[in-house]
Nanobody, 116 residues
């Protein structure tokens, strides 16, 4: 069983930055694809960014050029650096780990609110 714990959310003005962290309870980056998702009120959960085992990254079009996903293997932590934040980035952000075998793991989420 893998536990994921997010942190770093908060309230920020438009144009500001936040860095989200996702701490995993085990060394899983060599086995799992890590991802960040978000869900705004009344909307479906959407994929924001992914980081594969070999380090390839992918981003939703809405965040390309503004968000960066990265990891620290020594700390078993994945990050989401969010710059130039917009009010439409307001959502609960969730960390995800999937291996293709079995159900993925999810964190509890962290709220990001961007004021205009």
């Amino acid at each position: 069983q893998v536990q994921l714990v997010e942190s770093g959310g908060g309230l920020v003005q438009a144009g500001g930055s936040l860095r989200l962290s996702c701490a995993a309870s085990a060394s899983i980056f060599s086995t799992y694809v890590m991802g960040w998702y978000r869900q705004a009120p009344g909307k479906q959960r959407e994929l924001v960014a992914t980081l594969t085992r070999n380090g390839r990254t992918d981003y939703a079009d809405s965040v390309k050029g503004r968000f960066t996903i990265s990891r620290d293997n020594a700390k078993n932590t994945v990050y989401l650096q969010m710059n130039s934040l917009k009010p439409e980035d307001t959502a609960a952000y969730y960390c995800n780990a999937r291996s293709g075998l079995g159900d993925p793991y999810w964190g509890q989420g962290t709220q990001v609110t961007v004021s205009s």
